[in-house]
């Protein structure tokens, strides 16, 4: 498995931007393709974005399509989430997680492997 350790979030202002960062260590980072997921209180956790092992293709929530990027940088070993527009609902913990499926099975939390402890994001009106 890998570690991942999430950081960057924090409480930002509607329409304002954050990065997301999240470092791994342990297994071979390249090996595994990388999701974000968020959960807001009382809610599941839902897909955002994921993006494959190489960086070359990347796929987003409709929610997000368009305000979000996810990327990777695979000689850092660590995967980034820039938030731009940000609205109040998307208040919540974020985090990422690693798999080695393929892409169909990107969009959902129990295919992948391991999780960061997640970072709270707060987008106040």
């Known amino acids: 498995q890998v570690q991942l350790v999430e950081s960057g979030g924090g409480l930002v202002q509607a329409g304002g931007s954050l990065r997301l960062s999240c470092a791994a260590s342990g297994r071979t980072f390249s090996y595994y393709a990388m999701g974000w997921f968020r959960q807001a209180p009382g809610k599941e956790r839902v897909f955002v974005a994921a993006i494959s092992r190489d960086g070359r293709s990347s796929q987003y929530s409709d929610s997000v399509k368009g305000r979000f990027t996810i990327s990777r940088d695979n000689a850092k070993n660590t995967v980034y989430l820039q938030m731009n527009s940000l609205k109040q609902e998307d208040t919540a913990v974020y985090y990422c997680?690693?798999?080695?499926?393929?892409?169909?099975?990107?969009?959902?939390?129990?295919?992948?492997?391991?999780w960061g402890q997640g970072t709270q994001v707060t987008v106040s009106s």
């Open positions: 997680a690693a798999t080695s499926y393929s892409s169909a099975y990107y969009s959902s939390p129990r295919n992948y492997d391991s």
